[in-house]
């Protein structure tokens, strides 16, 4: 079994960044996809980023792009969300997780069927 767990959250301004973490732990693969989701209060859960966990390759929704950015440490086995630039409509529960071995294209593209390892979620408030 895989815990995920992600720390990190909290309530910004709008311009701000935030730094969220994510922590695996238990029967961990060489090779998984992480990925970061979001969901907004009467929204469907969105993917926000991916990370492919043995090339580093990272993938991005639009919307995000050039102000997010997700690393990983793999001596840790946690990844990072770098969120710079913040806007009121990134206010979300974000959500980390992992696939069960090797990614697929389709998971890295942030098919959320393949992500079968969730953790809790943590809040973040942007303000405006």
């Known amino acids: 079994q895989v815990q995920v767990v992600e720390s990190g959250g909290g309530l910004v301004q709008a311009g701000d960044s935030l730094r969220l973490f994510c922590a695996a732990s238990?029967?961990?693969?060489?090779?998984?996809?992480m990925a970061w989701f979001r969901q907004a209060p009467g929204k469907e859960r969105e993917f926000v980023g991916s990370?492919?966990?043995?090339?580093?390759?990272?993938y991005y929704q639009d919307s995000v792009k050039g102000r997010f950015t997700i690393s990983r440490d793999k001596a840790k086995n946690t990844a990072s969300l770098q969120m710079n630039n913040l806007k009121p409509e990134d206010t979300a529960v974000y959500y980390c997780s992992a696939t069960t071995g090797v990614p697929t294209n389709w998971a890295l593209r942030g098919y959320i069927a393949e992500y079968d390892y969730w953790g809790q979620g943590t809040q973040v408030t942007v303000s405006s």
């Open positions: 990370i492919d966990w043995s090339s580093g390759n990272t």
């Open positions: 238990g029967r961990t693969f060489s090779s998984y996809g």
